[in-house]
């Protein structure tokens, strides 16, 4: 299996009059060819800062640094503009799409740009692009606006335009967030199936456990900054290890105890400048204790396919292991 | 294509109402007139004869819906009166002033967009930083200066100490009419121009940061092609509101500084008329710069329409 | 940028200018010295003197008391007028607010400039012409204002309450409603009185003013165009006062209504 995608070491800074506060902290994730990495956490912890980042598309005043970017095993680590091979859809597609462009002419000059087509073979390529997105009259659909659309068929669009560039690489922020939940089920049933034909790597961010079931082979669980748990879908829902991931489980509507009301966790993800170099979710986490605060080092050695950096785990030598550097 | 045409005819039909109150109002003007309205018309001048003449023509002796009628006939026939000073008729001495104020209002949008376009550029794409945020308090500053005294203060200096350029006049010929034109222009567009440069500043600060700008870097858009197809496009119609909007107060600022730098223009016999109580070239100005600035108003609002390509199917 | 203590700074100056100038002034303001026409500023005359040897700076206080004393009205009339008109007509509702509505629809398409001037132009010169044309025009723009606020705090749970445990319809207005409807009305009011003393200045100055024996500053710098050649003092100072006051206005205008977001 060749790997598809490789980010090692990104952090993510914002400069602002007073110094500097650290947004995402270190965080290193891959993913393999022809797989999907779902990254999941609450909102506010630096999921669709990653994306972006990796993207190359940070806001003013924010900044990354990355030690390395392989795009299919190449390193792509250039300017910070976007690299090749990556493609990125987005979150709210009635804001995502140039309203003031048909759908046609924008995926005809995205095919010219990106793949070198001529302007009749660009035509035939985006028709044959839309019907593989599952648009059932392309030749009509060229002709529309955006806002012309519904938002499924919008996001289609998008995912169109996304696939135009010919990515190795598929980034999804929250890609089917805006809509609803049977628009939503065919939408992931669509990415699934286009990253298996294209023999794509995905990166699927959301904040909604059961959407990552569905579409993510492997997970990652973000929180304030740092990956908390990373590991099979299988293995971080049926044996989560960290608290957090515990919790975030047991807030699905669906995991709720029959007859019981589901169970939120209290308050809110700490903000960025009150970021703390050990456990950040101690302060809400029932379990927490001394041993929380220590500084930690990363995530956990002990098996290399499911890995967490919760301390609490009298089972496995993860403390000593941890804290031994630090 | 017929969307478009519709639209354009919705337009046109709210101006009508406007425009029905533009002529009730210049009409109602004889009744405010101090004095005996018929003797204030004929002018000072006139002799017991000519004002009983007026009398009679403009219907003061009638019930008022049969004078403002015969005032609606008089005006469709393009017969606007009669100056008490020169007695040259109203509509001649139109169409003798106009190309003056035209030249000026078109002088004076080219100049307002030309400083204030580029201008709102600079202070989008540079936002945040030092000398964007100087410029931008210097052009609060300079949206507070009146235009009479910008016209002065720049005829002294470019006029009259460097003697560059005409500060009062029309010099004859072509070159003569432009280089009358230039101060003028220059004057109304300073003072419009920091306005329209706010404005595109606030539109392409947002389309700077809008999701469809991000998807269009995410798809490689960049340089040229980014700013092209997805901002200009964009920050088109927003421009062009701005256009119909500012059109109104720029014909103004025309009427203005034609008086400032002694233009035989429509505004200058506007401001004379007004200062002889010329009361027939009072109504009759009023009247055709105030249609010209309703109609502009709603040609700009129909080009808005017709650019942007989310209006075309509400 | 925040401009807006600057702003409090020169209004109050300005104010307290013309309501001091009798005693505060170092020449009355008519006085002619025909031995010191046309002088550079200096010690004895800070802002110097104009053709007929009067104090620039003395007639400057003068020309103050008359513009304030103007722009107040010609912006608190069309306030008051048009804030109850459109008031009134977003909490009585119904058919009176659909015809407001409607007649400010037309209302504002109205070439309010060019209208000003033709008013005063037949009423003729003078300070009631003047407010009556500025109150004609004016009330539009408050009226518009007053009915987009009054519609949303009628609907505020307070309003709401009051009605509720029996307070007549009239006193809740006059108790609840305006007085939460009526910030955005003072920071348009403040910034329509630098518009207003722009227009009254502009006006005197091409003649369509006051009498031409008061003190102005549009009419100072009208005087001052034969003469500014040789002397532009006499232009530079009531245009500099025309600005910092118009700025200081606006500015102010501008702060209130952030602060109410």
Redesign the interface.
Request: glycine share 4%; net charge positive.
């Given at each position: 299996m060749t790997t598809g995608l490789e980010v090692s070491e990104l952090t993510v800074r914002l400069s602002h009059e007073d110094g500097q506060v650290v947004l995402v902290d270190g965080i290193t994730l891959g993913i393999e060819a022809g797989r999907c990495l779902g990254i999941v956490g609450e909102s506010g912890c630096g999921k669709s800062l990653t994306l972006?980042s990796v993207?190359g598309?940070v806001?003013?005043?924010v900044e990354r640094d990355l030690s390395a970017l392989r795009v299919a095993g190449r390193e792509v680590l250039g300017d910070g503009?976007?690299p090749p091979g990556v493609?990125?859809v987005?979150q709210?597609s009635a804001?995502?799409?140039?309203?003031?462009?048909r759908v046609g002419s924008y995926l005809v000059?995205?095919l010219r740009?990106?793949a070198g087509h001529d302007a009749r073979s660009a035509r035939e390529a985006a028709l044959l692009l839309l019907s593989e997105v599952g648009i059932s009259h392309p030749e009509v659909h060229m002709n529309a606006?955006p806002?012309?659309l519904s938002g499924g068929l919008r996001q289609r669009t998008?995912i169109a335009?996304?696939l135009?560039?010919a990515p190795a690489v598929l980034l999804c922020d929250e890609p089917t967030t805006a809509l609803d939940v049977s628009t939503q089920a065919r939408i992931l049933r669509l990415l699934r199936e286009r990253m298996d034909a294209r023999e794509l790597a995905m990166v699927f961010v959301s904040h909604d456990m059961g959407v990552i079931r569905q579409v993510a082979d492997r997970v990652a669980v973000m929180y304030a900054g740092r990956i908390v748990e990373t590991g099979s879908t299988e293995d971080v829902i049926d044996r989560p290890r960290h608290h957090y991931t515990r919790m975030l489980l047991e807030s699905m509507p669906a995991n709720a105890a029959p007859g019981g009301a589901f169970r939120s966790i209290p308050g809110l993800p700490p903000a960025p400048a009150a970021y703390v170099e050990g456990c950040r979710f101690a302060s809400r986490c029932p379990h927490h204790d001394a041993g929380c605060d220590l500084p930690l080092v990363g995530l956990d050695g002990l098996s290399l396919e499911h890995r967490s950096d919760c301390v609490h785990e009298d089972d496995t030598p993860s403390r000593e292991w941890t804290h031994a550097r630090g | 294509m017929s969307g478009r045409a519709q639209l354009a005819l919705r337009r046109l039909a709210q101006v009508l109402p406007v425009l029905l109150l533009l002529l009730l109002t210049v009409f109602a003007l004889r009744a405010i007139l101090p004095g005996d309205p018929a003797r204030s018309i004929a002018g000072p001048r006139a002799t017991e004869a000519q004002v009983e003449e007026v009398r009679d023509r403009l219907g003061f002796d009638e019930p008022l819906p049969v004078a403002f009628a015969s005032f609606l006939e008089d005006v469709t026939q393009g017969q606007l009166g009669v100056s008490n000073r020169t007695h040259q008729p109203v509509a001649e001495l139109i169409v003798q002033r106009a190309p003056v104020t035209l030249s000026i209002a078109i002088g004076a949008v080219a100049t307002t967009f030309l400083i204030g376009i580029p201008l709102g550029w600079y202070l989008a794409l540079r936002r945040g930083r030092a000398d964007a945020d100087a410029a931008s308090a210097v052009l609060i500053a300079v949206v507070n200066v009146p235009a009479f005294w910008l016209g002065l203060m720049l005829s002294i200096l470019v006029g009259l100490r460097w003697g560059v350029l005409p500060v009062g006049g029309l010099e004859p010929g072509v070159t003569g009419w432009i280089r009358s034109m230039i101060l003028p222009c220059l004057t109304v567009g300073l003072v419009a121009a920091p306005w329209v440069a706010r404005s595109v500043a606030t539109s392409i600060g947002g389309i700077l940061a809008s999701d469809f700008v991000t998807t269009a870097r995410s798809l490689r858009f960049s340089g040229w092609s980014l700013f092209l197809h997805h901002l200009l496009r964009n920050a088109l119609p927003p421009t062009v509101t701005l256009l119909a909007l500012q059109a109104g107060s720029l014909l103004f600022g025309a009427v203005v500084v034609e008086q400032v730098f002694a233009l035989p223009g429509l505004g200058s016999a506007l401001l004379e008329a007004a200062a002889s109580r010329d009361f027939a070239v009072v109504q009759g100005l009023t009247l055709v710069l105030g249609a010209a600035i309703i109609l502009v108003n709603a040609a700009g609002d129909v080009a808005v329409a017709v650019l942007d390509p989310r209006t075309r199917w509400d | 940028m925040r401009l807006w203590p600057f702003g409090v700074v020169i209004i109050s100056a300005a104010v307290a200018a013309a309501l001091l100038a009798p005693w505060l002034a170092p020449y009355p303001p008519g006085e002619q010295n025909l031995t010191a026409i046309n002088q550079a500023p200096s010690v004895e005359h800070w802002f110097g003197t104009d053709p007929l040897g009067r104090d620039v700076l003395s007639r400057m206080m003068y020309a103050l008391r008359t513009d304030l004393a103007l722009v107040v009205p010609a912006a608190g009339i069309p306030l008051l007028l048009g804030g109850l008109i459109g008031g009134a007509a977003a909490y009585v509702g119904g058919i009176f607010d659909t015809g407001v509505r409607w007649a400010l629809d037309v209302f504002q398409g109205m070439p309010a400039y060019v209208l000003l001037v033709a008013l005063v132009a037949v009423l003729g010169n003078g300070a009631s012409s003047l407010l009556i044309a500025f109150t004609l025009m004016g009330w539009i723009v408050y009226a518009r204002i007053a009915r987009t606020e009054v519609r949303r705090v009628r609907e505020d749970n307070y309003v709401l309450a009051a009605y509720l445990s029996g307070t007549p319809r009239m006193l809740v207005f006059f108790r609840h409603v305006i007085p939460n409807s009526r910030a955005q009305l003072m920071a348009y009011f403040v910034t329509d009185m630098g518009m207003a003393l722009q227009i009254i200045a502009g006006l005197s100055f091409f003649g369509l003013g006051v009498s031409q024996e008061t003190p102005e500053l549009g009419a100072m710098i009208a005087d001052a165009r034969l003469y500014i050649q040789t002397n532009l003092w006499l232009g530079l100072f009531p245009g500099v006062a025309l600005v910092l006051l118009g700025l200081s206005m606006a500015s102010i205008g501008d702060a209130m209504r952030e602060r109410r977001r």
């Open positions: 972006r993207m598309l806001p003013l005043g503009t976007p493609a990125m987005f709210d804001t995502s799409l140039n309203p003031s462009m000059r995205v740009r990106a606006f806002h012309q998008a335009l996304a135009a560039t | - | -």
